[in-house]
């Protein structure tokens, strides 16, 4: 991932030290492209062009230096308009006169036309270079970026000059970079009486080696935590500095020793721009300094506003502006809703750097912006009593929070009150009155605790005795981690929130969220999480979703599964979904699936309309088609497993093992066309394979693994000559990859010989009838997996006890037989039209033969005629009407 400080400054020395010869490399460079292809283009740099005053790289830009007669608007446009321009694909056209800098991005049309001494402003002009589209960058703000890269440095600078300090003292040093963040945005916002007070009175009354800043610091917040009227022990240059309250400089803590360069750095950090810092991202960014981890993707890592919004705007944002629109030419009930929004409490119990808490605080007070607004276009109004027109109601203390990352917490409270001050300056320019926000008077509650064994009732009360239920939203984007990514701390974690329960362990971290805010939730108050897609794939959906059904709470709006991605290039995202949950009543409920809300009766686990019915694992088919299992386990550690190579050599030497080899096949075999062997040995054989010296010493191998092994592996010890398992075919079988591409259209599974061996890594269904291929290559098959499946790093994975043997599929004739096997043959026919492609070639959504691709299609439609006459108008319809047969076949066998 390019670091974008670096790139401005490079940019920076680019343009200040600017050499004509060698310009575009060095712009190239900055944006750190290949030096190998760098290097190969300042050799021969007019290769493509034919042109010494033109430079072409392919893919990435068409460079042209303008003459003494040539206009550089003139020749830009000349280029534009000449194919010959778009033989290599330029992504970019510049043309420049080393004064004046003209560029066209070739793909989005966009233009840029500045002197070449402010390049380094526009730098992410020129970003698609490093992979990252406009789409990418667009939430990165390069005030962020630089100051949390200067706020890195600064903590490497203080652990390098004091690690006894850091070892001992991680708590103060998180409060102490949380004071100093609280100081840089004061002095360039307003909230402190002078801009850049707080860096100027370091430089004026510190010793430039660090000497004595760690006294002046530490002098300075007491001044900070103490009202005016008790100063009188302070000297005169403190006391410009206003009392700030809020507990922010409350506690006394330990400051580090600076050094000459960590003074230095404070007063690099305090001479940037913090007016355009946003709390709402900088706060994520900003983790990442005490998180040597993630230091690597500074600012790629937090939840983005459009994330954000997909979780407050139907949680509870549309309701209010409903109401909004419903009151707006009633001042009653214009003031009622001010007054509701004044109550209402926002609850993160994962709140990270609180971005889900400042979003939420910015739109509360942004609709309170627009009722006031309302009011004022009134002819004749009154507030409520008491209440300013001018200034918020929307308190800090409505907003609650849990962290378990003590510094996290910390920058929580600092965020939302610089998120606060945001506000202020907001209202100021609406309504021309600024609230001053010293000292500071309201504080958002955040607690630094494990969410999963604090009681959220103490943290945010649900209930008051006297007016009764408060309307809280509880939202956030709490850690997912599956079973074998949580640690033993967090496993105690889930058995303590699902104590009672035993079907609960391959639940995603997250599901403790959700059973808990299940049990916390009110009839006054909902909640809506970010989580994993898994939650409501395979077999979690049975052990989450029932649980919450039984304490009366319902799901009233939810996303389709969607790539939750960050801004690291190159980085795959994990696929997510937002769940909202609230108790059950007979009110509205959506589904949101890209730019589509679409109204329905019911959301099931699956989030799908639909009745609250859950898939369980079952032991054999609940229809009639042949049993699938998995392949075979070795447990052999390798040794009787051959390379093509190897088989050969033994076969040269030992012409007789050829009898006791056969040919392997799982999943990335099959798929990839990969060759592999195994040694398959019968009892009956063992004497005389025995007597083949390799073979011998491989048998040996094995007995010594498996005797050193697990149980499992020494219960088959006696038999070192075989698999733990020994299943083969009579005629033929099917073999079912059991992980495969979620891109893919089809299932992508195959008939082998009898002679073949199945691996575990796949599944088999042995000397099945012709049309079962039908039935599993079906995409109503594909359909039900989509569904019931687990995911392994997006991938499909193919569970036989949830996605096969739960598959519902009708009872059919003979005719319809026959013609599903014609089917069959059509579709491998097409195959062998391409016998030099893989499987997974052949498969391959962006490049599958169009013949093989309408074979399919012809089978869809003959599998959908076989369910119903009457066509299906979508996937969610089939998927509704195979939860309909489904829910019929398992209540027909509950009963017979």
């Given at each position: ?77 000349s ?15 510049i ?86 963040l ?22 004026s ?237 309201e ?28 309307e ?52 006054n ?26 304490l ?53 686990g ?51 093992a ?14 990839n ?20 010296p ?17 149980e499992?592996a ?106 599903l ?25 962006d ?18 005629q ?12 089939r ?18």
């Open positions: 991932m390019i670091n974008l400080v670096n790139l401005q400054e490079n940019l920076e020395n680019l343009s200040q030290n600017l050499s004509k010869e060698t310009f575009i490399f060095d712009l190239l460079s900055a944006y750190e492209l290949p030096k190998s292809t760098i290097s190969l283009l300042s050799k021969n740099p007019s290769k493509l062009s034919g042109n010494a005053d033109q430079i072409i790289l392919k893919n990435k830009v068409l460079f042209h230096k303008t003459t003494l007669e040539e206009d550089e608007h003139v020749a830009i446009d280029l534009q308009k000449n194919k010959n321009s778009y033989k290599f694909n330029p992504r970019f056209i043309v420049t006169d080393f004064v004046t800098f003209l560029a066209v991005d070739t793909k989005t049309k966009e233009t840029l036309d500045i002197q070449i001494g402010n390049l380094s402003k526009h730098y992410a002009f020129f970003l698609p270079w490093c992979g990252m589209e406009k789409s990418q960058h667009a939430n990165e703000n390069p005030a962020d970026i630089r100051a949390a890269y200067k706020m890195d440095k600064l903590y490497q600078a203080i652990v390098a000059d004091d690690p006894e300090y850091y070892k001992n003292n991680s708590h103060d040093l998180n409060i102490f970079l949380s004071r100093l609280f100081c840089f945005f004061a002095e360039d916002t307003g909230i402190f009486s002078k801009i850049g007070m707080f860096t100027d009175s370091i430089i009354h510190t010793h430039e080696n660090g000497e004595g800043l760690e006294v002046y610091l530490l002098t300075l917040f007491d001044v900070l935590n103490t009202e005016d009227e008790k100063r009188t022990k302070f000297a005169s240059h403190f006391l410009e500095f206003s009392y700030v309250n809020g507990g922010l400089f409350g506690s006394k803590i330990k400051l580090p020793t600076f050094s000459v360069n960590s003074r230095k750095l404070i007063i690099e950090c305090g001479k940037l721009n913090w007016d355009s810092i946003n709390p709402d991202i900088f706060g994520s960014m900003i983790q990442a300094v005490v998180h040597p981890g993630q230091r690597d993707n500074l600012g790629m890592h937090y939840t983005s506003v459009p994330n954000i919004m997909k979780v407050i705007v139907p949680l509870f944002l549309n309701d209010l502006y409903e109401d909004l629109y419903n009151s707006r030419n009633d001042i009653r009930k214009l003031n009622k809703l001010r007054e509701r929004i004044a109550k209402i409490k926002i609850f993160d119990p994962a709140c990270g750097s609180g971005n889900f808490l400042i979003i939420s605080y910015k739109e509360l007070c942004k609709l309170e912006i627009q009722i006031i607004k309302y009011l004022n276009l009134q002819d004749s109004f009154a507030s409520l009593d008491g209440w300013n027109m001018t200034q918020s109601v929307v308190t800090l203390n409505n907003f609650y929070g849990i962290e378990i990352d003590d510094f996290a917490h910390e920058i929580a409270r600092l965020s939302l009150y610089l998120a606060q001050h945001q506000v202020n300056q907001q209202f100021e320019k609406e309504f021309g009155k600024l609230k001053p926000i010293l000292p500071l008077r504080s958002g509650k955040i607690v630094c605790g494990n969410a999963t064994r604090i009681d959220w009732n103490e943290v945010c009360p649900s209930i008051n005795q006297s007016i009764g239920e408060y809280i939203y509880v939202v956030g984007n709490p850690p997912y981690l599956g079973g074998k990514s949580q640690s033993y701390e967090q496993k105690e974690d889930m058995a303590l929130v699902f104590k009672g329960l035993d079907n609960y362990k391959e639940l995603d971290y997250v599901s403790c969220w959700f059973i808990l805010g299940a049990k916390y939730i009110t009839n108050s909902k909640f809506a999480f970010v989580t994993t897609s898994s939650l409501c794939e395979g077999s979690q959906v049975d052990q989450i979703w029932p649980q919450i059904s039984k009366n709470k319902e799901i009233f709006f939810a996303y389709k599964p969607f790539s939750w991605t960050n801004n690291a290039k190159n980085k795959a995202g994990v696929t997510c979904t937002i769940i909202g949950v609230r108790n059950r009543v007979t009110e509205k409920k959506y589904i949101y699936s890209e730019d589509i809300k679409l109204e329905v009766k019911n959301i099931n699956y989030l799908i309309e639909g009745e609250d019915y859950y898939i369980s694992k079952n032991k054999k088919p609940i229809s009639d088609l042949p049993i699938m299992i998995t392949g075979n386990s070795p447990y052999e550690a390798g040794n009787l497993m051959l390379s093509p190579e190897e088989k050969k050599d033994i076969e040269n030497l030992y012409p007789q050829k009898l006791f080899m056969k040919r392997a096949v799982g999943s990335d075999e099959f798929l066309g990969i060759e592999r062997w195994c040694l398959w040995i019968t009892d009956s054989q063992l004497e005389e394979a025995m007597k083949i390799p073979i011998l010493e491989k048998i040996n191998k094995v007995k010594e693994f498996r005797r050193k092994g697990g499992v020494r219960s088959i010890a006696n038999r070192p000559h075989q698999f733990r398992y020994t299943h083969t075919a009579k005629k033929s079988l099917i073999i079912i990859p059991i992980v495969f591409s979620s891109r893919r259209e089809y299932m992508p599974i195959g008939f082998l010989p009898n002679s073949s061996i199945v691996l575990s890594s796949a599944a088999v269904t042995y000397d099945p009838p012709l049309y079962v291929f039908a039935i599993i290559s079906s995409r109503m098959h594909l359909l039900w997996v989509r569904l019931t499946s687990g995911k392994l790093r997006g991938d499909i994975r193919y569970l036989t006890a949830l996605s096969y043997n739960t598959f519902p599929f009708p009872n059919i004739t003979s005719a319809q037989k026959e013609s096997v014609s089917h069959v043959y059509n579709i491998l026919e097409e195959r062998e039209r391409y016998s030099d492609k893989t499987m997974a070639e052949l498969y391959n959504p490049k599958m033969p169009d013949g093989l691709r309408e074979a399919h299609k012809y089978l869809d439609l003959a599998i959908d076989i369910y119903r006459n009457k066509p299906f108008e979508s996937d969610e319809d998927l509704s009407h195979l939860f309909k047969l489904y829910e019929d076949m398992i209540t027909r066998t509950t009963n017979e």
